[in-house]
């Protein structure tokens, strides 16, 4: 195991079944709009990828970028589309950079859902937590918003913590929850070329995230109906897919 490898340790399984995820009853959002924190739907932690140690990570993220992540996440979110007063959704928040830099794209008329099946991730989120910014636990394979009810999904380094067999599910679920012309962004960790880095980034993370195919996500979209409208590499490390649902 590598030096970070217990950093991104996956949790073992928690117990949580699914139940009844309710897509029909949610409006606005999982939080809700009035409320602040976050909301526990019993879709906690179960999957291979999901992630603890959030005071941990988050000190790392700033660290490897350099003390640039928010602004790297900024970019990201301005690459989303979204706009003031739109509902976005982060697939796989983590401790809620990119949410955030998307609360700051929708503003106070908008509304921005980060989602996480670590409750400990989410509960560390959570301290960002306002009217137009919340955090749930729940994956992306089973979203808690309404059919074609949101603007925007967007989802940061996340992809290649879901189990591969779950992925299709999360895609399908961004296209079943964006309204027609909404957007989903996939950023993922761009693994190197070379061999020796490829090495070190599976020695300090694990293959996951070493071997993440980006191109198999982009035709996971394809798939589900997805219109591919931009696809490239920011900042340097950050291989990206847009696409739109038509
Ligand atoms: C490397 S972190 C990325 C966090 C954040 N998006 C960022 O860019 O800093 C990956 C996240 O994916 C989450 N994750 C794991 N399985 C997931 C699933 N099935 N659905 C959504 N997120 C999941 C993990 O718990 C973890 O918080």
């Given at each position: 195991m590598g030096v970070f490898a217990k950093l991104f340790a996956h949790r073992g399984?928690?117990?949580?079944?699914?139940?009844?995820?309710?897509?029909?009853?949610h409006g606005h959002g999982?939080?809700?709009?009035?409320?602040s924190g976050h909301e526990s739907s019993g879709h906690a932690a179960h999957g291979h990828g999901v992630m603890s140690h959030a005071g941990s990570y988050d000190r790392l993220t700033r660290l490897v970028t350099l003390g640039r992540r928010d602004r790297i996440y900024a970019g990201l979110a301005a690459l989303s589309g979204a706009a003031p007063g739109d509902h976005a959704v982060d697939l796989g928040?983590?401790?809620g950079a990119l949410t955030r830099a998307l609360a700051a794209r929708v503003g106070p008329t908008g509304l921005v859902t980060g989602i996480d099946p670590s409750e400990e991730m989410v509960a560390f989120a959570?301290?960002?937590?306002?009217p137009s910014l919340q955090y749930a636990v729940h994956p992306a394979e089973a979203l808690p918003f309404d059919d074609s009810s949101v603007q925007v999904v967007a989802t940061a380094l996340a992809m290649h913590h879901i189990d591969p067999d779950q992925r299709p599910a999360a895609v399908a679920e961004a296209h079943r929850v964006l309204v027609p012309g909404g957007q989903l962004l996939v950023v993922d960790l761009q693994p190197p070329r070379n061999r020796v880095a490829r090495h070190v980034i599976d020695a300090l993370t694990g293959p996951e995230m070493a071997n993440n195919d980006l191109g198999a996500v982009r035709a996971l979209m394809v798939d589900a109906g997805f219109t591919i409208v931009d696809e490239g590499v920011r900042s340097v490390a950050f291989g990206y897919v847009l696409a739109r649902k038509v």
């Amino acid at each position: 195991m590598g030096v970070f490898a217990k950093l991104f340790a996956h949790r073992g399984p928690q117990a949580h079944g699914h139940g009844s995820h309710g897509h029909g009853s949610h409006g606005h959002g999982a939080g809700g709009h009035e409320s602040s924190g976050h909301e526990s739907s019993g879709h906690a932690a179960h999957g291979h990828g999901v992630m603890s140690h959030a005071g941990s990570y988050d000190r790392l993220t700033r660290l490897v970028t350099l003390g640039r992540r928010d602004r790297i996440y900024a970019g990201l979110a301005a690459l989303s589309g979204a706009a003031p007063g739109d509902h976005a959704v982060d697939l796989g928040c983590g401790t809620g950079a990119l949410t955030r830099a998307l609360a700051a794209r929708v503003g106070p008329t908008g509304l921005v859902t980060g989602i996480d099946p670590s409750e400990e991730m989410v509960a560390f989120a959570s301290r960002s937590a306002t009217p137009s910014l919340q955090y749930a636990v729940h994956p992306a394979e089973a979203l808690p918003f309404d059919d074609s009810s949101v603007q925007v999904v967007a989802t940061a380094l996340a992809m290649h913590h879901i189990d591969p067999d779950q992925r299709p599910a999360a895609v399908a679920e961004a296209h079943r929850v964006l309204v027609p012309g909404g957007q989903l962004l996939v950023v993922d960790l761009q693994p190197p070329r070379n061999r020796v880095a490829r090495h070190v980034i599976d020695a300090l993370t694990g293959p996951e995230m070493a071997n993440n195919d980006l191109g198999a996500v982009r035709a996971l979209m394809v798939d589900a109906g997805f219109t591919i409208v931009d696809e490239g590499v920011r900042s340097v490390a950050f291989g990206y897919v847009l696409a739109r649902k038509v």
